[in-house]
């Protein structure tokens, strides 16, 4: 592999901040330096250009079934959305079907991505359920497969949900082995009973997903969730957090010295309860779980990115089409067009976390652009096992490098992303800040609008402890 230079450009780690040259060897990067000269290097001028590390994004549900829907990107396409987005490590989920081995469900996972997948990537491992032969195969996920994370459900009952016990049993079980749990903490039982309340009354529409979804049941959840950990003294890490409540209880649980760490996502951040009020079945983009919040829990959440009661921001890129189509298995959104409860949950956005973000986070200067690496990159890694190899710019640290050019203007659509999902939640939407070039361990996977990457190069990452920074 021909040695590759970077030269000029503004170099953004989550600490520093300095112009300089990246030699690229092998993959890694070779060295740092305010001038380097090798003659035989492939050149990339990046003058003018942010110099970031390849994003890392630990929530993505690439051909993942969710009743009879199953989510429109593969692992290729979903993948290579990631890295036009500037995303080079994804670490998306193996599931664990009911009477399964969680070992199987790895083994099947990494079976299905592994020749599709265009950037690094790794799995969560869903448990839905947990006995005691489950139970013993996990220190062998964490110690000889490289998954240190586990994740349960406290929503959706009858069909992901787990118990208190089950989820105290595991936290016990990956603590001592360096694991971790990540929970979806939202009071399933109560909710199902808000949304049996709603239909009975003919309340069908998709704006009952949200008023179903009441923010305290976030906040009881996360509070049980992060009680328990305390027990089992491990650390936790609640997905996807929406709600100010839910924050209020991170934060108490942090100030205690609790191990507590939670992410959020771009929608929870850019968009609001508003979006409900769309007309006919428009609304139904915007399902999501939770669902999208009051427009005080926004300035919530950037103050808790801000001062680090919040340590990452994740997609949760689950994408079902909005319009019907015929392949397969039923994708789209329309499932639901009689009964919001059957509304496919979840929105895409793996190609937009950056971009979205530099805009309406640094540029604002609601956030510095320390910490934007910090949320987008550094951090994601170092929860879950994969840094100093992900996740910054240093000297040994693979190539996974992001050329983003902060002053360029373009317009967010549907027509232009690179994901199989038909629709996008910030359409028509004016971004200053564009991804430029990426490189993965070194190879130039996305110059412009030109692909150049390759499905079936993304390399599993065996990881080492999660929840341990
Ligand atoms: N939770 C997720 O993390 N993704 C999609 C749907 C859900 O409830
Ligand atoms: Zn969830
Ligand atoms: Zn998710
Ligand atoms: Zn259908």
């Known amino acids: 592999m021909t040695d590759v230079l970077i030269t000029g450009g503004r170099i953004v780690t989550a600490v520093d901040d300095y112009v300089g040259d990246i030699l690229i060897r092998d993959g890694k990067i070779e060295a740092i330096a305010r001038k380097l000269e090798v003659p035989s290097a492939q050149k990339y001028q990046a003058s003018g250009l942010l110099v970031l590390p390849g994003g890392v994004d630990v929530h ?15 692992y290729e396409s979903g993948t290579r959305s990631a890295a036009f987005g500037g995303t080079t490590t994804i670490i998306d989920y193996a599931q664990q079907s009911k009477g399964e081995s969680a070992i199987f469900a790895l083994d099947n996972r ?55 016990a089950s989820i105290f049993k595991t936290m016990r079980a990956v603590g001592s082995h360096g694991g971790m749990v990540n929970l979806h903490a939202e009071n399933g039982s109560v909710i199902q009973v808000l949304i049996e309340e709603a239909l009975a009354q003919g309340n069908t529409s998709p704006k009952y997903h949200a008023l179903t979804r009441p923010t305290i049941m976030e906040a009881e959840a996360t509070h049980r969730a992060i009680r328990i950990a305390e ?19 991170v934060v108490e649980a942090r100030d205690r010295g609790i191990y507590a760490f939670a ?18 079945f428009e609304a139904a983009k915007y399902v999501m779980t939770p669902p999208l919040r009051e427009h005080h829990c926004q300035q919530a959440l950037w103050r808790g990115l801000k001062f680090d009661d919040l ?104 027509e232009t992303h690179h994901s199989n999902v038909d629709y996008s939640l910030f359409e028509g ?40 920074f």
């Open 60 to 74: 993505t549900h690439m051909e993942s079934r969710q009743g009879i829907a199953e989510t429109c990107d593969t």
């Open 110 to 164: 990494l079976a299905l991505a592994e020749p599709q997948v265009c950037v690094d990537y790794s799995f969560h491992l869903i448990l839905t359920d947990i006995n005691p032969e489950v139970l013993k195969e996990l220190p062998d996920l964490i110690n000889y497969d490289g998954v240190s994370s586990f994740k349960m459900f406290m929503a959706y009952p009858d069909i992901l949900m787990v118990d208190d």
């Open 231 to 249: 027990l089992a003294e491990i650390p936790v890490y609640i997905v996807h957090l929406s709600a100010k409540e839910a924050l209020d209880v």
């Open 263 to 280: 992410e959020t996502c771009p929608h929870y951040l850019f968009l609001n309860i508003e979006e409900y009020d769309k007309p006919g």
């Open 311 to 414: 340590q990452i921001v994740a997609t949760d890129h689950c994408p079902f089409c909005f319009k019907e189509n015929s392949s397969g298995w039923h994708r789209s959104k329309q499932v639901g067009k009689e009964d919001f409860s059957k509304i496919p949950n979840g929105a895409p956005g793996v190609e937009l976390r950056l971009t979205l973000l530099y805009d309406g986070g640094v540029r604002t200067g609601k956030i510095s652009l320390n910490r934007f690496v910090q949320l987008t990159a550094t951090a994601p890694a170092k929860m879950f096992g994969l840094f100093p190899k992900k996740g910054t710019i240093a000297v040994g640290s693979d190539a996974d490098i992001v050329l983003f050019d902060p002053n360029k203007e373009h317009i967010l659509s549907a």
């Open 429 to 468: 939407r004016f971004i200053t800040g564009k991804v430029e070039k990426v490189f993965l361990r070194g190879e130039l996977i996305v110059d412009g609008d030109r692909w150049l990457g390759n499905k079936g190069k993304g390399q599993f990452q065996k990881r080492s402890a999660s929840g341990t």
